[in-house]
């Protein structure tokens, strides 16, 4: 059985939670995250690939997640081109996005919401200023929105794979900005892989916000991609998906079928209750 999860907000009550801490009762989990975050830039400093990985390197032999990221390209270039094409109902938004998101969606041009994908509005309230990050941005739906609330202060990327999906979302930003009555662009969108956030170009430490709206699950590499948003993120910062998840293993046939890959069920993380542990891969 597949349950579709909106984190969004279970993130949003412990962001809440969050401010209303003193900044001295804060200061144990700001110490004990950044000690984190220094044993990780350590490890990745040490980290010495193994040899298979050096030698998928060497050759020209793809590896499986090369064939996961050709295919869901593919299905997101060739096989869809509007939200109606979809065939199953799994990126599908359980609720209405608040009304704040609710106006700001009225200003979004129509092509960009035509060709929606996403499965909830991982967009929190309240980032006037601040930098969002959007992986697997599609046409742009949600940065556009993001784009809105963060304010000519604030600042948003996009990043995709997709080079259809991206030239949708950067071909009506000119026309949005001076919708919303601004001289300079804060919404930009960079081609690369979820991945691998370093070869985009986002520096570590400096974004405020990452949003995902259903993109982890198509992902052959989720451990890689919470890395790299770990990595991005500042100190404080907060990480908001929507996404979809499976309460039990996924059957090989069901992984297989390229469809519902494409449609963000196969890929589903797995999460799993057991008596001793608590699980998501
Ligand atoms: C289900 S759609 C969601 C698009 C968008 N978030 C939305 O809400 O409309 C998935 C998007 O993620 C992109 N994508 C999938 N896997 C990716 C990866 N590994 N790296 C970068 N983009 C990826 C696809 O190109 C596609 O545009």
């Keep these: ?44 400093a040490e980290y010495q690939p193994t040899e298979q990985e050096t030698n998928s390197e060497k050759t020209d032999q793809k590896a499986p997640e090369d064939n996961v ?43 960009i919401k035509e060709k929606f994908y996403g499965c909830g509005t991982p967009i929190p309230l309240g980032i006037d200023g601040l930098t969002v990050l959007d992986l697997g941005s599609g046409s742009g739906r949600d940065c556009y929105i993001a784009a809105k609330l963060v304010g000519e202060d604030g ?41 691998d956030l370093e070869q985009t170009g986002i520096e570590p430490d400096s974004v405020d916000i990452v949003i995902s709206n259903c ?27 929507s996404d979809v998840y499976a309460d039990r293993r996924i059957a090989k046939h ?9 449609e963000c069920i196969s890929g589903a993380s797995k999460i799993f209750r057991t008596k001793l542990t608590n699980s998501v891969c």
């Design 1 to 44: 059985m597949l349950l579709i999860v909106t984190v969004v907000e279970l993130t949003r009550e412990l962001g809440a939670q969050w401010g209303r801490l003193t900044d001295e009762q804060k200061q144990p989990f700001v110490r004990k995250a950044q000690e984190d975050k220094e044993r990780y830039q350590r490890e990745m």
């Design 69 to 111: 990221h050709d295919d869901v390209r593919e299905y997101y270039s060739k096989v869809l081109t509007q939200t109606k094409d979809l065939k199953t109902s799994a990126c599908t938004s359980a609720s209405k996005p608040h009304p704040i998101i609710q106006e700001a969606l009225k200003h979004v041009p129509a092509p």
């Design 215 to 241: 993109v982890v699950n198509l992902s052959p590499k989720k451990d890689q991609v919470l890395r790299g948003v770990y990595r991005v993120l500042k100190e404080g910062g907060e990480f908001y998906f």
């Design 254 to 262: 069901v992984q297989e079928h390229k469809v519902l890959y494409g």
């Design 155 to 195: 600042r948003v990327i996009g990043v995709d794979m997709t080079d259809e999906q991206l030239s949708v979302a950067k071909e009506h930003v000119d026309e949005y900005m001076k919708t919303l009555g601004r001289e300079e662009s804060n919404l930009e969108f960079r081609k690369g892989y979820i991945e």
